[in-house]
Structure formats: structure tokens, C-alpha cells
């Protein structure tokens, strides 16, 4: 048996899932045709895949579940221990860092890294507990979803 190859159903089903574990922070605006929203969060300046549509997302604060797919080679579950929460962004749209996971499935895992991460793999990631630490690196590029709901 064969496991499917897709992180997701549909964005709105994705923005319902994860909704609690969206990132608070500014969207600034976009040029016109781009892409890629510019979000500020954890004091990091995040460049994510929009994937709510061209102008659904309105410039200012906001809520945005920012998701990205793993390196398989660069995730580990670290040793306990004191560790540091840590992002670091690399490229224009892919970031590493050191966080502690919130919530863990077979092939998602919600990590506090500075701001709130979905991270998901295509394959089955170690296995990790809320509370446990780990060490992570995504692939360009990262997802955003903005949360509508409760922004008035």
C-alpha cells in the first residue's frame, strides 16, 4: 500500500486544521502580480507562497499559518536537554532553525521556532512528542495561509 504524495486537501480545509497554530505579525503589501506575501513575525521577515489568491490578503496585521515541507536529510530529534528556539531564514523562501514541537503526526509536525511553524514531509518523519525538540530545514518555498476569521 502505497501512502499518498499530498500535505493537504484544499487550502481552506489546511487554513481550518491549523488555524490555532497561525502566526501573529504584519503582512506588507505586495507588488502587484507577486506571488509571494511579505510577513513579519518573530522578528524574522518571512517571504511565503501565497496561497489564499491574489488580493484576499490586506496589508497590516495579521494572523497567517506559515507552512513549510522538510528537508528529509536535515530533521532530527534532539537529545533532552536545554535547548534554544532558533529560525534562521535561508535563501528567499525556505528557513532552518531548532524549535520544540507542540503537536506531532506521522507526517506533520507543528514546531515553535520564534513563531509557530506547520512542518510536513512527504515521508514519515521521526518519531517526536509534544514538548521534544528538534532540529529542522525546509524547501523553498514556504506556504502562507492568512486567517481570516477574528481580525474585524
Known amino acids: 500500500m502505497t501512502q499518498p504524495r499530498s500535505l493537504e486537501t484544499s487550502e481552506i480545509e489546511f487554513t ?3 488555524a490555532a ?4 505579525g504584519e503582512l506588507y503589501p505586495q507588488r502587484e502580480g507577486s506571488p509571494l506575501l511579505e510577513f513579519a513575525a518573530g522578528g524574522r521577515v518571512l517571504y511565503l507562497f501565497d496561497r489564499c489568491g491574489p488580493y484576499a490578503a490586506r496589508p497590516g496585521p495579521a494572523r497567517v ?3 513549510g515541507v522538510l528537508d528529509p536529510a536535515r530533521v532530527a530529534v534532539l537529545p533532552a536537554g536545554e535547548h534554544e528556539e532558533l529560525l534562521h531564514v535561508q535563501g528567499i523562501s525556505a528557513v532552518e532553525g531548532v ?3 507542540t503537536q506531532a503526526g506521522r507526517r506533520v509536525w507543528v514546531v515553535q521556532a520564534r513563531l509557530p511553524l ?3 514531509a512527504f515521508d514519515s ?3 517526536a512528542a509534544p514538548g521534544d525538540w528538534v532540529s529542522f530545514a525546509t524547501v ?3 506556504h502562507g ?3 481570516t476569521d477574528g481580525l474585524g
Open 16 to 18: 481550518d486544521t491549523y
Open 21 to 24: 497554530f497561525a502566526a501573529a
Open 65 to 67: 499559518i506559515v507552512h
Open 99 to 101: 524549535g520544540q514541537v
Open 118 to 120: 506547520v512542518l510536513a
Open 125 to 127: 518523519l521521526p518519531g
Open 140 to 142: 523553498p518555498p514556504l
Open 145 to 147: 495561509f492568512v486567517v
